[in-house]
């Protein structure tokens, strides 16, 4: 059971927008710490997709955004393409965690 | 370019131990703060240590305090990992991760940017 709740899948088909939301609580997302977003393509490593709730690294392609909203944050991809099909995470912090780093339990986006 | 590079996996017995290393290049290594990242087969990703830039802070997930040392050797740009004590549980691709930051009027925020292609640890007998 992760700390950072998302929904374990999410589809859609090619040009549509999705959405996969991260839930967390009082002592992570709603403490007001920061959450990033990473995208892992099938047998590769993870990528940082959006970092500081909003921001995109450069060659990220602006059909990614993130926001973030009490002890909530959302990753929204417009314009669906076959090449996002992917797991996405998202990560924070929590201070009642040792270690501080929690993240999402990760959500399967299927492009139909 | 930045580039992590992991190495030191494979098959070892329960209760036995394991040295990662991962090799950093491409950036000023003794600047940044480094984690370890890992993930269970078939499983997401879960968080196990944190070393800062000089290595005089170290963080641990509870699942691996006491078990998993974490160190680095700036003059040779190399991040550790020490695993004793080893569960099959501990089976995993073990990802070497690089610490960022930005900042604002609000002060400093980290985040992991760069990712190794990882290394696998088999924990079984």
């Known amino acids: 059971q992760s700390v950072l709740t998302q929904p374990p899948s999410v589809s859609g088909a090619p040009g549509q927008r999705v959405t996969i939301s991260c839930t967390g609580s009082?002592?992570?997302?709603?403490?007001?710490?920061?959450v990033h977003w990473y995208q892992q393509l099938p047998g590769t490593a993870p990528k940082l997709l959006i970092y500081g709730n909003s921001n995109r690294p450069s060659g990220v392609p602006d059909r990614f955004s993130g926001s973030k909203s009490g002890t909530s944050a959302s990753l929204a991809i417009t314009g669906l393409q076959a090449e996002d099909e992917a797991d996405y995470y998202c990560q924070s912090y929590d201070s009642s965690l040792s270690a501080l780093v929690v993240f999402g339990g990760g959500t399967k986006l299927t492009v139909l | 370019e930045v580039q992590l590079v992991e190495s030191g996996g494979g098959l070892v017995q329960p209760g036995g131990s394991l040295r990662l290393s991962c090799s950093a290049s491409g950036f000023t290594f003794s600047s940044y703060a480094m984690h370890w990242v890992r993930q269970a087969p078939g499983k997401g990703l879960e968080y196990v240590s944190a070393i800062s830039s000089n290595g005089g802070s170290t963080y641990y997930a509870d699942s691996v305090k006491g078990r998993f040392t974490i160190s680095r050797d700036n003059s040779k740009n190399t991040l550790y990992l020490q695993m004793s004590s080893l569960r099959a549980e501990d089976t995993a691709v073990y990802y070497c991760?690089?610490?960022?930051?930005?900042?604002?009027?609000?002060?400093?925020?980290?985040?992991?940017?760069?990712w190794g292609k990882g290394t696998t640890v088999t924990v079984s007998s």
């Open positions: 991760v690089k610490e960022a930051y930005y900042y604002d009027s609000s002060g400093y925020y980290y985040y992991m940017d760069v």
């Open positions: 009082s002592s992570n997302i709603g403490a007001g710490y920061d």
